[in-house]
């Protein structure tokens, strides 16, 4: 059974600082290219950041150079280093495995990031 758990979510003020955490369990972590999404309310779901199998990353416009992904592929984890938090970062943030070529995907439950002005 996979699973993904995210953790790591809460209220912050403005200017502050979270770090999601994302627990792989039922697949082979290092094998998936892994990404952070985040849905605020009223809106689409959108892509924040992913990190490939070779551990190259890409970010979404309104977060680089303010937020940082990576993976620990011995501890089957993905993180999200989130800096300098807006509000606008307000959102519930869902990490999603994929092997894209396989048309594999899992997503986690999300955890919920609010940031307060």
């Known amino acids: 059974q996979v699973q993904l758990v995210e953790s790591g979510g809460g209220l912050v003020q403005s200017g502050g600082s979270l770090r999601l955490s994302c627990a792989a369990s039922g697949i082979i972590f290092s094998l998936y290219d892994m990404n952070w999404f985040r849905q605020a309310p009223g809106k689409q779901r959108e892509l924040v950041a992913g990190?490939?199998?070779?551990?190259?990353?890409d970010y979404a416009d309104s977060v680089k150079g303010r937020f940082t992904i990576s993976r620990d592929n011995a501890k089957s984890t993905l993180y999200l280093q989130m800096d300098s938090l807006k509000p606008e970062d307000s959102a519930v943030y869902y990490c999603?495995?994929?092997?894209?070529?396989?048309?594999?995907?899992?997503w986690g439950q999300g955890t919920q990031v609010t940031v307060s002005s």
């Open positions: 999603q495995a994929e092997i894209r070529w396989r048309a594999i995907e899992y």
């Open positions: 990190v490939t199998t070779g551990d190259t990353t």
